[in-house]
């Protein structure tokens, strides 16, 4: 789960770490009064949504001005035009894709005296089942790009969870961005403080883009994103109250319901499989054959004919689906259940698509027979490559 940059900052500020004065703003109208508490002179006014790249983003209405989803702004006037400009507006950035996201909040913060910029995250290292931290100087920018470019500048340990965060972990990050004295002795403050809030709150990744260092010689967060591990939220409920649902497709929180792992992709066959290894399989395949998949949906290996039915209406509810395909291997999961629940789906919501079964494993033959004596319009499949090729043929034909 991902939660706005504001609510992140205010998360890890439980945890003594250093981070900006702001205000959030919902309405056009609040803009003038969050100025004011703050002070000014000088405020950054920033869009909030669930993605990267929100400096260099452009909002898709003439009406927003071209200054981008973070702007500085020099006066109160200022605030509220660019308040104004930017609510409601569709911010499009390298991260959202060309349909972009709408900025229904914003985070007004006082504007900070920089004098260099360094780049600092956590993350779960599954290779050694550690946290890894990642250093550089070359702060402000994508870290891929860094990576790519100049990855001697990029530095990265991890913590061994039996001892948790030590000073010398601090101290490597203090050397990696050549800070001494009392700049060195903040950066281990705040890697024990980072540390501390991602275990605490079961963070999955934490990035501080750019962490700086002002002229007044002060470490501060300005920038965080934060993702939360989604099967601990159970422990946080806190943090689930920060979900915001606009930021988030409607298929994928109604796939999370009935415990789905679907993410919605902007291709034309909807998928339906169990397993991720065998559902990453049927999306290449799809895509070696000249079409693309609409989603990626494993059922699991335990599905229950309510599970496949909503899964079936997830898929049918994408508008850019033109055909579906069934990818089934049964072990745990029998064929006959999966065979049960698309009838059942199908009769509920009706199928205007082609539809392609391809079943496999236990009860199959008792799941071909409920398919053939269904009276529905679905074409069989032996095997995967057979079903990709009769669901891409469908789909050319109809289109």
Request: glycine share 10%; aromatic share 6%; with cysteine.
């Amino acid at each position: 789960m991902n939660i706005h940059e504001y609510q992140a900052k205010a998360v890890l500020k439980e945890f003594g770490v250093p981070v900006s004065k702001g205000v959030p703003i919902f309405k056009a109208s609040e803009a003038e009064a969050a100025a004011k508490e703050l002070g000014g002179p000088v405020w950054v006014v920033k869009s909030q949504i669930h993605a990267g790249g929100r400096g260099k983003g452009k909002f898709k209405e003439a009406s927003a001005g071209d200054k981008g989803g973070v702007r500085l702004a020099k006066s109160v006037d200022e605030v509220k035009q660019f308040a104004d400009q930017m609510l409601g507006k569709t911010l499009v950035t390298i991260q959202t894709g060309p349909t972009g996201k709408q900025v229904n909040r914003l985070y007004l913060e006082e504007g900070a005296d920089i004098d260099k910029e360094f780049y600092l995250s956590a993350l779960v290292d599954r290779e050694s089942s550690k946290i890894a931290f990642v250093v550089s100087t070359e702060g402000g920018m994508d870290i891929e790009t860094v990576a790519h470019d100049t990855p001697e500048k990029i530095v990265t340990f991890s913590i061994d969870p039996a001892t948790g965060v030590m000073p010398h972990h601090g101290r490597t990050v203090a050397k990696a961005l050549n800070l001494k004295g009392d700049q060195a002795k903040q950066a281990e403050k705040l890697v024990t403080q980072l540390y501390n809030a991602f275990v605490a709150k079961d963070m999955s990744m934490l990035e501080i883009n750019p962490l700086i260092l002002s002229k007044q010689g002060e470490l501060k967060c300005l920038d965080a994103k934060v993702s939360f591990d989604s099967n601990s939220l159970y422990r946080h409920p806190e943090i689930m109250q920060l979900r915001d649902e606009t930021e988030e497709d409607a298929k994928e929180i109604e796939a999370s319901k009935y415990d789905l792992a679907y993410i919605a992709l902007d291709g034309t066959i909807g998928c339906m499989v169990n397993g991720a290894g065998l559902a990453m399989a049927t999306l290449d395949i799809i895509k070696l054959y000249g079409e693309s998949p609409a989603n990626f949906l494993d059922v699991g290996g335990g599905a229950s004919e309510e599970k496949v039915t909503a899964a079936f209406k997830i898929i049918t509810s994408d508008p850019n689906v033109k055909g579906i395909l069934v990818n089934i291997f049964g072990g745990i999961m029998k064929c006959d259940v999966i065979a049960r629940g698309v009838i059942a789906a199908v009769k509920a919501v009706g199928l205007k698509v082609p539809l392609v079964v391809r079943l496999e494993g236990t009860n199959v033959e008792e799941g071909k027979k409920i398919i053939r004596e269904s009276g529905l319009n679905v074409l069989p499949a032996d095997d995967l490559d057979d079903a990709a090729q009769k669901i891409v043929k469908a789909v050319k034909g109809s289109a």
